[in-house]
């Protein structure tokens, strides 16, 4: 499954809000291949359109997609050196799709800030240098070894140098990997350095309980902002507090809570669905009258990728499978409808998953 990361400086509200995340938690019968592991969150993808499909095909059960995140606590100053559990953290960095990085935008006195005072443009750099010396010290070592390469007469890395310097350059100005332009032959060459620079970022700015509505007015998450523009990074403005509150009620309780608030969803919901669009995420869904159901696929996976998303059998057998666009089937009303309509197509290998088809596979076991 694919997982984000929960990074940030200590007492920023990181557990406050993995805490949320697991409350929240998916019911995890529904999702047996998910890892169990205490700093694993599973959270549920929040979707309007299973909710319709639900509506229209009225199943015995729905199930909506999932999403993990990982409680990375623990980074701090001086990591890349092997302070704090340094090292160890910056591993399971490596292991992530994308990085969540939680940031303080909240002041209170009662809780101390590690250098004194709230400043979150501080914060983040403190927290992307490490990051970014993990990175040098994986860079250098590849263009050594790229270099001996080339003098032992083998010119293909010649432009694997190129590459790995112009990204070098860019640390030395305090500019993440993901600020460098690469085409994707250059990806490939540095895929195998899981640089952690090179991952999408989102940050969640923090924000005390009485902010929620205002977020945008907080002056410290207006700084955020100006700061993730230069990087091409999202901003979600949250409070972790709330959301620990949040996360215990559930239907009309929850609905209400949410309007004293004057929130249209929950700050969690519009993080996961952020943190999906961050790492370039499809949904396609199944619709049968046992179960209606979400599942997630990258962008660009091909049929059979996305039957096995369901079971490794799924495509190991591959025949073909029958699609219908998700807005196609609710305006015809029904499956029928759709073939009625001509709607309903039948694709091969190498069709490419679109993001909301409606999908049944036809398989050998
Ligand atoms: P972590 O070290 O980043 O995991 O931070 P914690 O989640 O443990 O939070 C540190 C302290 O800040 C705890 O006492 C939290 O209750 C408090 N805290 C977290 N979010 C907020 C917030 O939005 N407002 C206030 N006032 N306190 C918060």
Not at 119 to 144: G, W, Y
Not at 213 to 233: H, I, K, L, M, S
Not at 313 to 337: C, K, P, Q, T, W
Request: hydrophobic share 40%; glycine share 8%; charged share 30%.
């Amino acid at each position: 499954a694919l997982k984000a990361g929960i990074v940030g400086l200590p007492n920023v509200g990181k557990s406050t809000l993995f805490n949320a995340i697991t409350q929240a938690g998916a019911e995890s019968a529904n999702y047996p291949f998910c890892t169990i592991d205490p700093n694993v969150g599973v959270v549920e993808v929040p979707d309007e359109r299973l909710d319709k499909l639900t509506e229209l095909v009225q199943p015995n059960k729905t199930v909506p997609t999932a999403f993990e995140f990982v409680d990375i606590a623990g980074l701090v100053r001086g990591a890349s050196k092997g302070e704090g559990l340094g090292n160890k953290f910056l591993a399971h960095i490596r292991e992530v799709d994308a990085i969540v990085h939680v940031v303080r935008c909240f002041v209170d006195e009662n809780v101390t800030h590690v250098d004194g005072k709230v400043n979150p443009v501080s914060d983040i750099q403190t927290i992307n240098l490490e990051l970014i010396l993990a990175d040098l010290e994986s860079l250098e070592k590849r263009i050594e070894r790229s270099r001996k390469n080339i003098k032992g007469g083998d010119k293909k890395y010649a432009q694997e140098v190129e590459v790995l310097e112009r990204i070098k350059e860019a640390l030395y100005e305090d500019k993440p990997a993901r600020s460098v332009e690469l085409t994707d032959d250059e990806r490939l060459i540095v895929r195998d350095l899981h640089l952690l620079t090179l991952k999408p970022v989102l940050y969640a700015a923090n924000v005390g309980e009485d902010e929620v509505a205002t977020a945008d007015e907080n002056p410290y998450v207006q700084q955020v902002r100006e700061f993730a523009v230069a990087e091409n990074a999202e901003v979600v403005p949250i409070s972790a507090k709330v959301e620990a509150e949040i996360a215990e009620l559930e239907g009309e309780d929850k609905a209400m809570f949410l309007e004293e608030l004057g929130l249209q969803e929950s700050g969690l919901n519009r993080l996961i669905k952020a943190a999906y669009r961050l790492l370039g995420l499809y949904t396609y869904f199944t619709a049968g009258v046992q179960e209606v159901r979400a599942w997630t696929i990258r962008k660009g996976t091909k049929a059979p990728g996305a039957a096995g998303v369901i079971h490794t059998d799924f495509e190991r057998g591959f025949i073909r499978a029958e699609v219908v666009a998700y807005a196609d089937l609710l305006a015809a009303g029904s499956m029928n409808g759709a073939k009625e309509r001509g709607q309903l197509r039948l694709e091969g290998k190498e069709y490419l998953v679109q993001d909301g088809d409606v999908m049944h596979f036809r398989f050998n076991v």
